[in-house]
């Protein structure tokens, strides 16, 4: 087979052997620990005296489908970009997120749902355990094409444990307000990644460059991942707010800074373009800049022009970054950010924090009436003033980025393992290490113009 | 860069500059006017005693997100057909559709939720202004690949404003029901965009002829759009009705009516078709106008089988529509309609029309009973005849014409000044003009035989 | 026209008459029996003096639509891996799908829902009909690529009727459960369709052989559909159930079992490929055995655990018979079976019916409570024990093999009239027979080294 050297039985016996025996341990914990919660027990329910419904299910099952949508289809996608590793993409990007809504069910709920020896769970669990997948997906952008699948599982693991500490800090203990995830999954997942991308730095990454780049189809495909991301980001940010007004309101201010974001991507991509023209990545990416930076203020009283304001700056800094920060990010801090991660998660996210800083610190009774006690609990109750909610929720940012670089880290460290399935320099970006691709693109692993040619063969 | 001049940077410079002055005056409006309403202000909200299971979100949410991606998917993608012109159909869609949001918000904010100086915000703002992007997409679909993007932000800013007058003499003046938009939506978008066609009429079209045709991958990205459309028309044929039986009815009879034209698409697409063969154009297209005819009288008591041979009847007339009256009306009537919006929407929509004056002309409170309160407000009142709503009906039909066509012509003026970013005829339907296109399709500009030699070079 | 024959008038008017004539009696029928239910009609719903809130739409709506796009998204897509039949594998599945939720519709109420003469209709009948489509998609997964339009529209005719007589005896007679349809959709689908399939079988199939695989952008293709039967599938099984926790459980089982088959297929598929290698046809269909396999006891209190493990068998027996029984089958048994149905169909379907016996027969009353009344209500009422209620499951799965066997065989002779548009053994698997295909594809019919040659002519 082209370039790649057939791999010995215990590389070959890598991934299926991994996937059992996680699989087994989280059944085995599974069986140990988690019940269904007092929604979705038949007894339990019954025993209440509810209507049907009161069930939480009517009320967050139809944003769990939206987030759900996002993970698979719009992260899948997203990142098919890459013209030899669509199967990849979209395939690695289901196993290792299947694989992290089973581990963080267990990892979140001995965070947040652990009770007399048992987790429970219900759609609440699933929304979260979808949230960490998602950060665990944005750390998989920045290694995109760089990582076999084994060494994605072993990602996941470890992140999925940090990213279940960090949010378990962050929510629980500084009682910090990030219902769309600003900090806990977007900066949290850039920088875990971002770190980790740092540490498997590849100096001759060169060798794969051809690969590197998109066809006129395989952007096409990216797109549907970017316009399913950017549709449902309004359902993402009120997956988990508090019911009413809450939910209602992050997913309107959601909706407008979308809008601003997609036209300051628009505007800052023509600008900067060769004779003025559009650049697909910053449309596929930086349109959505606007979701990631009202992750945390998005259930505040931020205001529709606020929101615009917000989205219209991420979109902006997103665009500049793809530009001209990303190359920088390679040359001089030997960080290879294939999707461009640091751009549409790491700045915004880090930017999302700082404006749920000062719409915290903005935070009035007057403006949030009788609703301050569902958004800012310990405000209402006066145990915090503004400024301190505002110091807390800056100091979460702080904590997040601390976890992120340390996790990154050692996930480098463990991802450097010798014996794990990296492809090598020269296969990067490459579907065809890990998967049986149809014959006609059988040969395209040496390079575009054997690829081109090949076409014209029998 | 092949065949198209480098452009000077007064050109260059038309979208961002665009981008940036529209986004800073809707900016500026929002941070006057728009406010969030009572359900989505966290003080309103709890000011008055709610359940939160009450808020408006739980009814509309999952309607709105279904309509929201019509909009982005459906739309985008179904512009996908053209074989050189999918960046800027999908892209294109998102840029116009997301300034259309901000913008329409305003303008229908001031004709339906303007009080005490403020715009109300929420789920039903977002689920019009959807509509109204909805609009100018087909409007954009009749000038497909002969208009560059600051031109479309042009168009949308003129035909917001106009769609939000003709609604509001439509809904607020005439009381004329038009829950899924048969006239406000689907006629107005369709003659606005056909009139304003004709205005920027392309005697040297030909051109570019080679290019206006679809390859295989991308029919395929086409259906996508397609079937999002069409799976969720249900949705956006209720969404804005009254709760209960008035939104369930509407889905209920959407559904029916585009079971019918698929059927009938596919019966008339063969009987046509050359030796017996379907046209993908005709299923991508004429299949959905079920859901247009039906936009009218989805709410009213229709009834299933009304529903049948409406969707019947439209998906008929549509694919007749492609088959024999497209080609005519460039011939003869000088308008070139890329995608054929005439028959997917123009007719449908005043066949839909049509259709609501019979249906609201047959009202009686035997078939309504109490449940005339909620469709017809004016009927139970006493206040008019079931034959006044009718002819009411019929003349919000001729006003939508009037509008739509004195709109459609001003927008035509508009777009031909000059300095605008129109591509020369030999670039029309041609990615390249606007986009950073992988090198691939590079030369594509020139041709189809120099494109398919091209992919035998390295 | 490459290959083949100028088709006769009579072949050529097959389709259109035969849509026109199965939509006129439809039409008739739906005058003469379908009528609004309670919850549809204006003055039934206004009559009784009901909250809004209250409407059935709000808590089965979402999940109808998720479901509509499983079937014509999910399904359709699914099956467009094939590099020749796009067109058709999304087209046909657009047909038939159409024409059977109009024809089960009829069918459906005759048995469940016929009361004084009518047949009465809501969200629960759009529900119920799109899970018959499915079931008449499944059986076309069977023959994909071998049959023509009209041939699918007469076996849509005889399965929606089989189908609606097999569920009536199921779950009104038997009193069986089986909510997502373990036996009702997938097992009597799939048997239905590989005994057809039998009946049809080609011993010269070999000469269409070279279009029997995919390229890389139509697995891609496929992957679209795949990603969003998965995501969605947890709503398919919970759609019907009853309201609280009977759906939120049926959606949590669901979600795990789904998670774990994924798991399973990535392990098995990489442990039987060459070299380690995954098989984009494994990925593509058995990660979604999960969703299957829980088919009959989602609703049932499965246990998370029990879901990891289910999902987990699924995926394994799956991906082992994508490699080692599929073949068997076509040269031992003689069954053609294009997407492999009987793997992610059939055997998750029987396999998910005996799960149903299982957990059945494990109920008692103190795991589900009061709840016992809505998942098991003769065991509530003491009419049934649990083993009895596990007997019935089983003869369940019994009549329903029985049915679909018959039902196939009585297919394949009606599919057999020798005057339908059945494709030749050189045709099969190519768009061209029936579509209008763009030109650069209009040559492939020849074979794929004429076809590679082809792109470089002019």
């Known amino acids: 087979m082209a370039g790649s050297p057939r791999r010995t039985a215990g590389r070959r016996l890598q991934l299926p052997l991994l996937c059992l025996l996680l699989q087994g341990a989280t059944a085995i914990l599974f069986a140990v620990f988690v019940r269904y919660n007092h929604e979705t027990d038949a007894a339990l329910w019954h025993w209440h005296n509810h209507s049907n419904a009161d069930n939480e299910f009517y009320f967050r099952y139809p944003s769990f489908q939206d987030v759900h949508t996002m993970i698979f289809v719009g992260f899948g996608f997203l990142m098919v970009f890459l013209q030899r590793y669509g199967f990849s993409s979209v395939g690695f990007t289901f196993l290792s997120a299947a694989f992290a809504l089973q581990w963080s069910t267990l990892v979140q709920g001995f965070f947040h749902s652990f009770h007399r020896g048992h987790i429970h769970v219900g759609v609440e669990s699933m929304i979260n355990a979808d949230f960490c997948a998602g950060a665990v997906l944005i750390s998989f952008g920045a290694i995109l094409g760089k990582t076999g699948p084994a060494q994605l599982l072993l990602m996941a693991l470890l992140e999925v444990v940090l990213f279940g500490l960090n949010e378990f800090v ?91 974001s997609t036209l300051s991507t628009f505007a800052l991509s023509a600008l900067v373009g060769r004779d003025g023209r559009l650049d697909m990545v910053h449309i596929q990416n930086a349109a959505l800049a606007g979701g990631v930076v009202v992750g945390t203020s998005a259930e505040m009283m931020l205001t529709p022009f606020g929101a615009l304001v917000a989205g219209f700056l991420a979109g902006t800094v997103s665009t500049l970054g793809y530009k001209f920060f990303t190359p920088t990010l390679e040359s001089k ?35 949030y009436g009788d609703g301050l006690e569902s958004v800012f609990p310990l405000l209402a109750k006066g145990q915090r003033s503004a400024t301190s909610q505002a110091m807390h929720q800056l100091f979460g940012l702080f904590v997040t980025l601390i976890f992120a670089s340390v996790g990154g880290s050692l996930g480098g460290l463990l991802l450097r393992l010798p014996f794990l399935d990296a492809p090598p320099d020269s296969q990067c970006y490459e579907d065809q290490v890990y998967w049986e691709v149809p014959r006609e693109h059988e040969d395209l692993a040496q390079g575009p113009l054997r690829a081109e040619e090949l076409e014209t063969r029998a």
């Open 333 to 367: 801090l030997k960080v290879q950010d294939t999707c461009g991660v640091h751009n549409l998660h790491g700045m915004p996210g880090v930017l999302g924090a700082l404006l749920g800083v000062l719409v915290a610190g903005l935070a009035t009774h007057e403006a």
């Open 170 to 260: 962050l929510l629980s203990l500084l009682r910090v307000k990030d219902a769309g995830g600003s900090m806990t999954i977007h900066a949290f997942g850039a920088y875990f990644g971002l770190v980790l991308s740092r540490v498997l730095y590849r100096p001759q990454l060169e060798k794969s460059k051809h690969r590197q780049g998109s066809v006129y189809h395989s952007d096409l495909f990216a797109m549907i991942g970017t316009i399913f991301l950017w549709i449902f980001w309004p359902s993402f940010n009120s997956a988990p707010t508090t019911l009413g007004d809450g939910q209602h309101r992050s997913a309107l201010n959601t909706y407008y800074s979308l809008t601003a």
